[in-house]
């Protein structure tokens, strides 16, 4: 299975390197979603310091929308589906490869927006060890629950709206968990971050679980 | 010798709607068959359903040895499907699309130079993106998919489409040293007399059956050299 998972994140790893989708649109359209949100709270710059945490969130899960709308449109090119159906790939390995270039893209992207709040905001990084085990825990639970939902809505007509539809509901406990894991440690109160990131990481691995399991189903069924 | 191919009274949906209403077809080792047929007739049903894609929901429809209706992948692996849809990503090259089928198939490395060298894209073009390729391009990639599988039973849907003269001799050359070597193939084509060329038998499909209704004549004992059957011997179901 994780030879089969290396394979098809590299592919859509290299697609990326290729298209520069992400570099190109999504990381600018993060970008200019928390310039937005500061022209928006301006005014109050106490509000735009407290809310960091959860504007920084919702532009990633915004911005993940994105990617996994594009991962998941390589798998339904021109005869792709049939072609993995004919191969000897496994699909928890299938899964498992699309979810990782999702993480690896998301990774690089909340890097970059990192960067961003704390030269838009003024956000001063604290409780590093907590600031990044959250965001592995989230960043793997947004890019499992993500792939698990786009390979569920893949094959119908209404795809692209469906998916926002179906995907924030149920990310809504990561956007609470990370935020609430992020205030702890930017306001250096890590203890009250560690349940939150123990939340996200339960959630990380039932989607895991869960995605390596259906997609093999999902495959045929859609 | 058991037939690579037995479809019996072979019933597959899509959707809802019957895509096919009873097919009979019995396939030896060895053998060429042309399915032939209007639009809509079933052709391609049949291929996809071969290959395990389109479930057979009545009748009996056995491939390589395997009951496609318990559990049709085992056969996939074991089958290479030409058709329309080419399976490749647009933004990787030639040499990144073939590779990657190639090891998604367990296949060596090598075998991806060989093909890639037999389908005459060993060049320079083999670092040229897919979208930058015309369409006789495409398919060559394709085929080289296709042949880096080592399938046993060729299932070719319109496979001369979008091809120039030299590469449909080539794609001809190729089915031709496959069977040679023990493969089978199934193929449909609207360009009849290079496809009857090619094939040992024709089966003619309407309506997703068999046309006339006629049970399918017993296939040959064993595997023929292609280019020594004359065309007096394509038997016709119809």
């Known amino acids: ?222 | 010798m058991e037939p690579v191919v037995h479809l019996r009274d072979a019933v597959a949906l899509l959707g809802r709607f019957p895509a096919l209403a009873g097919i009979d077809l019995d396939v030896a080792r060895g053998d060429v068959v042309l399915l032939r047929g209007p639009n809509g007739a079933g052709k391609t049903t049949v291929l996809r359903a071969l290959a395990g894609l389109v479930p057979v929901v009545r009748g009996e429809a056995w491939v390589l040895g395997h009951d496609l209706r318990a559990d049709p992948r085992p056969v996939r692996r074991r089958v290479g499907l030409l058709s329309h849809a080419t399976g490749l990503f647009e933004d990787l090259t030639v040499d990144d699309n073939v590779t990657f089928w190639g090891r998604a198939t367990r296949a060596a490395d090598a075998d991806v130079e060989a093909a890639l060298a037999v389908v005459g894209l060993s060049g320079p073009r083999r670092h040229v993106p897919v979208a930058r390729l015309s369409a006789g391009q495409r398919r060559r990639t394709s085929l080289a998919c296709l042949l880096v599988r080592r399938p046993e039973l060729w299932l070719l849907d319109e496979p001369h489409a979008g091809l120039d003269g030299t590469a449909r001799d080539l794609l001809d050359g190729l089915v031709r040293q496959a069977v040679e070597e023990g493969a089978t193939v199934v193929l449909s084509s609207h360009e009849l007399e290079r496809a009857e060329a090619l094939a040992h038998r024709v089966v003619t499909l309407d309506g997703g059956t068999n046309a006339g209704g006629d049970p399918v004549p017993a296939p040959p004992a064993g595997a023929r050299s292609l280019g020594s059957v004359p065309p007096s011997e394509v038997s016709h179901v119809a």
């Not at chain 1, 993940?64 to 991962?71: G, I, K, T, V, Y």
């Not at chain 1, 072609?83 to 299938?94: T, W």
């Not at chain 1, 927006?113 to 003024?122: K, M, N, R």
């Open chain 1, 1 to 222: 299975m994780w030879r089969d998972a290396t394979l098809v994140a590299g592919r859509d790893l290299r697609v990326e390197a290729r298209s520069r989708v992400t570099a190109h649109q999504v990381v600018p359209f993060a970008l200019l979603v928390l310039v937005l949100f500061a022209f928006a709270l301006d005014p109050d710059r106490g509000i735009l310091e407290r809310a960091t945490p959860g504007l920084y969130w919702m532009t990633v899960l915004f911005s993940a929308l994105a990617a996994l709308a594009r991962s998941a449109a390589l798998e339904e090119a021109d005869g792709v589906r049939d072609a993995v159906r004919l191969s000897a790939l496994e699909p928890a390995g299938v899964f498992a490869g699309k979810a990782l270039a999702v993480a690896v893209e998301l990774v690089a992207l909340e890097v970059v927006l990192g960067a961003a709040v704390v030269v838009l905001y003024g956000a001063e990084p604290a409780g590093i060890g907590l600031l990044a085990a959250t965001a592995a825990a989230a960043t793997v639970a947004v890019a499992s629950a993500g792939t698990l939902y786009a390979a569920l809505v893949s094959g119908l007509r209404a795809r692209e709206t469906l998916l926002p539809l179906l995907l924030l509901p149920v990310l809504a406990p990561v956007l609470i968990g990370a935020t609430r894991a992020f205030e702890s440690a930017l306001a250096d109160d890590p203890v009250a971050g560690w349940p939150w990131c123990g939340l996200l990481a339960a959630f990380a691995f039932v989607y895991s679980v869960a995605g390596a399991l259906a997609y093999g189903t999902l495959l045929e069924g859609t």
